[in-house]
C-alpha cells in the first residue's frame, strides 16, 4: 500500500481554493492496486481539488494509453484513455456509501486517498469489449484455432431451412413461422 501513497492528499493541510495535482499511472500502480485486467498503462492523471468550507471537489482528467489483451486474438492491444470525472466530497459523522459521484468521508479525517477512485476510472475509460478494430489486426495464428467451421459451413449453418421441420407438422411450423416474420415486417 506505500506505493499508493503519493496518491494521498492532506486536504487539511490546503486553503480553500483551487489545487492541482498530478499522478502517473504506469505498471507499479496497476500492481500496487492488484490489477489483472491491464497488461500495463501510460497514462496521466490530472486532479484539480477545489476545496470549500463544507466540501472538496476533485476535477479528475485521464490521457494516455492503456495496454489490455485483444478479447478475441489475446495478443495486446493499446487503447487511448481521454476521460474526465467528477468526484465530491461531503463530510458527515454518520457513514454512508460511495454512490459513485459522492464520497463522505468522516469530519476528523485529514486526508483523501484517490488511488482506487483513479483505478475505477481508468477501468470505466475503456470499452466493455476489448478486440482490435479490423480482425485483420490479429494474430493470424489465434484467429485461425478459433475457427472451427469454414465460411461456406458457417453460412450453411446460418441459413433459414424450412425443410429441416419435415413431415406435416413440419409445413404446419413453417407456415407459422412464415406468418410471424410476415407480422414483425
Not at 495535482?21 to 501510460?42: M, N, S
Not at 474526465?84 to 486517498?113: A, C, H, Q, R
Request: with cysteine; aromatic share 10%.
Amino acid at each position: 500500500m506505500d506505493a499508493l501513497k503519493e496518491f494521498s492528499i492532506p486536504f487539511k493541510g490546503y486553503k480553500s481554493g483551487e489545487h492541482e495535482f498530478r499522478f502517473k499511472l504506469d505498471k507499479a500502480f496497476l500492481e500496487a492496486v492488484g490489477d489483472e485486467e491491464l497488461v500495463d498503462a501510460d497514462v496521466v492523471a490530472e486532479v484539480v481539488m477545489t476545496k470549500a468550507a463544507s466540501m472538496l471537489t476533485f476535477e479528475v482528467a485521464l490521457s494516455g494509453t492503456a495496454l489490455v489483451e485483444c478479447d478475441r486474438c489475446l495478443d495486446e492491444l493499446e487503447y487511448p484513455i481521454d476521460v474526465e470525472d467528477t468526484l465530491y466530497v461531503k463530510f458527515s459523522e454518520e457513514e454512508y456509501e460511495f454512490d459513485g459521484e459522492v464520497m463522505w468521508l468522516n469530519p476528523s479525517d485529514d486526508e483523501i486517498n484517490l488511488a482506487d477512485y483513479i483505478y475505477e476510472t481508468l477501468l470505466l475509460a475503456l470499452p466493455y469489449q476489448r478486440v482490435h478494430e479490423n480482425i485483420e489486426e490479429c494474430n493470424p495464428e489465434m484467429i485461425a484455432r478459433f475457427s472451427i467451421v469454414s465460411e461456406e459451413e458457417f453460412e450453411e449453418i446460418t441459413e433459414p431451412k424450412e425443410a429441416a421441420f419435415g413431415g406435416e407438422n413440419g409445413e404446419a411450423l413453417a407456415a407459422l413461422k412464415r406468418a410471424l416474420e410476415e407480422k414483425e415486417n
